[in-house]
């Protein structure tokens, strides 16, 4: 079978014949994974930790499919699948025995999370109907239950232990000292960028466990307004998301209030009375204050629920239990969806893309240039920005611009959204751009190298144009949201996290470029027996309090500090300190 990679060859033509070591890690959200109970197409391959079995993907007939045709048929998915607490002493034989009953299992997975928990996915709606129609609403003599069902189940094991259940891996990344170690064993910096992405990337059971997600609440909000949709977005969805990422989600009414319908212009047709706000602002305020309240008091497994209704773009916040989300549920947010569908297609285009965007994140998580918690620090969202820039202004430009891409749009492309437009092409067959054969190494030595010398206190940085602008406003850092072009999307970045930004650059970018034997891969040297010492990117990922806050001019002067020397010296001869 064709690797990933050669189909994407296949249908983007030339560009993509150069890099032809480079592996094309395919996006768990577009993975056709099916599991086994019952049949399943496909030629199974085998059973994974998960005691799932992958089936044949196929990557070149699917991997050109719009955002929201995946995620369509992720949440149809979603929605005959349910979530068991499973008592952990019962056996998986007998489990899947007796849920079978309701009908053909499509794929079931266990992971652990405060206990051991199983997602489980049906064949057809049927079985989950029947399923619920089986469980029995729980009674307690000093408590008093909120009798609202839902697809979040446990599962009661009476009798004698047996075998306990296996859950699979962990649904969080592996801790940095664990990566740097499994990257010093690779090679080339090119094969540890690739090793990263796989490390982190979600996998195709927490892609399943998100959707699973937006759906229990999209039940929850339907007590409301039965027609809506609940639909993850952003990281979870744009193929950048990182093993234990947020879950964004967006609240859709737009099937409820019709928009883009046609309405008759002649002839009789009825309307329905409504409510009306002062404004869209104030009616979404309203919508998420009143699901905000159903969450909070009747949803099973969300706790922490915050209404965080002043905020630019009004949200509830709340913990997901059961899943370990930190759920963010937004609505009226149709830009932001618009952006995580450009950012996906970005990621699709070139398998670069994906490998450098998770290594910048990764470091700059690493160094504390970004962080879990709201504050003066550059987001993931923003660093990714920064590095489709830096793509787009190659001397033969990796990715287009999104001008050029709303160019190429078709009819069916056309997009406004509150005055905003939002067109850009979908179809990835029709960008031909010029063959670039740079390397990832190549490419992200120069990534530090064009953000240690970029003149932040003049330019902005511009993604629809793919060059830099004047500042149009005072702001340390300015990124132009590539929709909404009148604001920053880093409006809140200090000086003082963009200096250590670009300070991290400056000495990064010197410790890429530094050739000799401290620079190339230890693994060879040290022998079967020994750890190799961390080297090329791993090196970079090392919590050593690399860059201090310095000017940078200063910076600029001296790129090779003493700190580093040492630091070099300290990596051929210590093994890497632990960081969670
Ligand atoms: P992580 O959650 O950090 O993994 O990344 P993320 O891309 O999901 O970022 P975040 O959760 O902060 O935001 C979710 C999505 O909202 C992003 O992917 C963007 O599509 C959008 N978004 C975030 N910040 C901004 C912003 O400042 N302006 C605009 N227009 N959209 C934003
Ligand atoms: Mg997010």
């Known amino acids: 079978m064709a690797s990933p990679y050669v189909a994407c060859r296949l249908r983007l033509g030339r560009r993509f014949s150069l890099a032809k070591n480079l592996r094309k890690v395919e996006t768990p959200l577009k993975r056709l994974v099916g599991t086994n109970v019952a049949a399943v197409?496909?030629?199974?391959?085998?059973?994974?930790?998960?005691?799932?079995?992958?089936?044949?993907?196929?990557?070149?007939?699917?991997?050109?499919?719009?955002?929201?045709?995946?995620?369509?048929?992720?949440?149809?998915?979603a929605e005959r699948s349910v979530l068991i607490s499973c008592n952990p002493r019962a056996n998986e034989k007998k489990f899947l025995k007796f849920l079978s009953r309701h009908g053909d299992i499509s794929k079931y997975f266990f992971y652990e999370s405060?206990?051991?928990?199983?997602?489980?996915?049906?064949?057809?709606?049927?079985?989950?109907?029947?399923?619920?129609?089986?469980?029995?609403?729980?009674?307690?003599?000093?408590?008093?239950?909120?009798?609202?069902?839902?697809?979040?189940?446990s599962l009661k094991h009476r009798g004698a232990a047996e075998s306990p259940l296996q859950p699979s891996e962990p649904q969080s990344s592996i801790p940095i000292s664990q990566l740097i170690?499994?990257?010093?064993?690779?090679?080339?910096?090119?094969?540890?960028?690739?090793?990263?992405?796989?490390?982190?990337?979600?996998?195709?059971?927490?892609?399943?466990?998100?959707?699973?997600?937006?759906?229990?609440?999209k039940n929850i909000a339907a007590a409301y307004f039965p027609e809506c949709n609940v639909l993850p977005f952003g990281s979870s969805v744009n193929g950048f998301g990182k093993l234990g990422c947020d879950l964004d989600m967006i609240l859709d009414l737009d099937g409820i209030s019709g928009r883009g319908e046609n309405k008759p212009r002649s002839g009789l047709s009825l309307e329905y009375q409504l409510k009306t706000a002062n404004s869209e602002r104030?009616?979404?305020?309203?919508?998420?204050s009143v699901i905000g309240e159903c969450v909070d008091e009747f949803g099973p497994g969300c706790v922490g629920v915050q209404k965080i209704l002043n905020a630019r773009c009004p949200l509830l916040r709340f913990s997901h239990q059961p899943s370990g989300f930190q759920c963010d549920l937004t609505a009226n947010n149709r830009v932001a969806v618009k952006s995580t569908e450009l950012l996906y297609l970005y990621g699709e285009l070139d398998p670069r893309v994906r490998h450098l965007v998770f290594t910048v994140r990764c470091w700059a998580r690493a160094h504390g240039v970004t962080s879990s918690i709201p504050g003066a620090w550059i987001t993931n969202f923003s660093l990714t920005v920064m590095v489709l820039f830096f793509l787009q202004k190659r001397s033969n430009p990796v990715i287009p611009t999104v001008d050029h891409m709303k160019e190429l749009a078709g009819p069916a492309d056309k997009c406004t959204i509150e005055g905003n437009d939002c067109t850009f092409v979908s179809d990835l067959s029709r960008i031909h751009l010029k063959s670039n054969e740079e390397t990832l190494e190549y490419l992200l030595r120069e990534f530090f190298e064009f953000y240690a010398a970029f003149p932040f206190n003049k330019m902005s940085i511009n993604i629809r144009k793919g060059r830099e602008q004047n500042k149009p406003e005072v702001a340390p850092l300015h990124i132009q949201n590539p929709f909404e072009t009148s604001l920053n999307v880093s409006k809140n970045v200090n000086a003082t996290q963009l200096d250590r930004f670009v300070a991290l650059c400056q000495e990064c970018s010197w410790l890429l470029e530094k050739k000799g034997s401290d620079a190339q891969p230890a693994a060879a040297a040290a022998g079967p027996d020994v750890a190799p010492s961390p080297w090329g990117l791993a090196?970079?990922?090392?919590?050593?309090?690399?860059?201090?806050?310095?000017?940078?001019?200063?910076?600029?002067?001296?790129?090779?500090?003493e700190r580093i020397k040492s630091l070099l010296e300290s990596l051929k001869k210590n093994s890497v300190p632990e960081k969670s």
């Open 114 to 153: 405060y206990g051991v928990y199983a997602v489980v996915e049906f064949t057809n709606r049927d079985a989950v109907a029947s399923l619920l129609g089986e469980a029995a609403v729980p009674s307690s003599s000093h408590e008093a239950a909120v009798p609202f069902k839902s697809r979040l189940l």
């Open 181 to 217: 170690r499994r990257l010093s064993e690779k090679e080339t910096i090119e094969q540890q960028m690739v090793s990263l992405t796989e490390a982190y990337q979600l996998t195709e059971e927490n892609t399943r466990l998100r959707f699973l997600v937006s759906s229990l609440l």
């Open 539 to 561: 090196a970079l990922l090392l919590p050593t309090g690399v860059a201090g806050v310095k000017s940078r001019k200063k910076r600029r002067r001296e790129p090779a500090s």
């Open 41 to 77: 197409q496909g030629e199974p391959l085998g059973k994974d930790k998960a005691g799932v079995f992958l089936t044949l993907s196929l990557p070149d007939a699917r991997s050109s499919r719009p955002l929201h045709t995946v995620q369509a048929e992720r949440l149809a998915q």
């Open 282 to 288: 104030a009616a979404t305020q309203s919508i998420l």
